[in-house]
């Protein structure tokens, strides 16, 4: 009797935690763990935002391509990721990218933007924090550069800092929502360099395949 009560009360257990919701799982900010795949799209200011994701083991892999409306510059980036340090609840991952970048000059925001094409890289530092309920936050550091090599354009480098939550309606779907802050250099081809404050705000929906 007191066997069939242990297992019934596991079985109760195992159902109320099922009822409960699902296991909070990243698809765009947090990492992915070995097996992950995830296609993304993230709406905001100033930018847009699809890509890919793919969990290795320690590491992933990803391409993103985004455009910048209120410049009109398109960019494609690869990336990788890799956790430096991790538990069963924390994250500490380091990302590089590199990539293309083609703008149209748009003047409508920024009248001293100019149009060029050239190098997007970036660097980016992400701890990641999971918490009991189906929720992650994450905090970041970001250093976004752009490198025209056309005769015209801009040269954009900067250092952002951010955060971000993960909430995971059920055990595909990912929400986001994110902000990023902080310094930027813009420097005209041949010109004057100045100082504008960057930011980016975005709410997103990932698809986790796996």
Same mark, same amino acid.
């Given at each position: 009797e007191n066997k069939e009560s242990g297992e019934d009360s596991a079985k109760k257990s195992s159902e109320g935690k099922s009822a409960a919701g699902v296991q909070a799982r990243g698809a765009l900010l947090a990492p992915?763990?070995?097996?992950?795949l995830s296609y993304y799209g993230t709406f905001g200011y100033p930018e847009l935002k699809v890509?890919?994701?793919?969990?290795?083991?320690?590491?992933?892999l990803g391409a993103e391509l985004g455009f910048d409306y209120t410049l009109t510059d398109l960019?494609?980036?690869?990336?990788g990721r890799g956790s430096l340090w991790k538990n069963a609840r924390r994250d500490f991952s380091l990302e590089g990218q590199l990539g293309a970048f083609g703008s149209f000059g748009a003047r409508g925001l920024e009248d001293r933007n100019r149009p060029g094409q050239?190098?997007?890289?970036?660097?980016?530092?992400?701890? /990641?924090?999971?918490?009991?309920l189906p929720l992650?936050? /994450?905090? /970041?550091?970001?250093i976004p550069l752009e490198i025209p090599l056309s005769s015209t354009g801009l040269l954009r480098f900067g250092l952002l800092l951010g955060a971000g939550i993960?909430?995971?309606? /059920?055990?595909?779907?990912?929400?986001?929502?994110?902000?990023?802050?902080?310094?930027?250099?813009?420097?005209?081809?041949?010109?004057?360099?100045?100082?504008?404050?960057?930011y980016d705000i975005a709410v997103g929906l990932g698809f986790r395949l796996f």
């Open positions: 992915l763990e070995r097996g992950g890509g890919f994701r793919e969990g290795m083991d320690g590491f992933e960019w494609l980036v690869a990336s050239g190098l997007r890289l970036g660097l980016l530092g992400t701890f /990641t924090h999971g918490f009991d992650l936050f /994450t905090a /970041t550091a970001k993960e909430l995971p309606p /059920t055990d595909v779907f990912v929400v986001s929502l994110s902000f990023e802050v902080g310094p930027m250099l813009w420097r005209q081809y041949g010109g004057v360099s100045y100082f504008k404050l960057g």
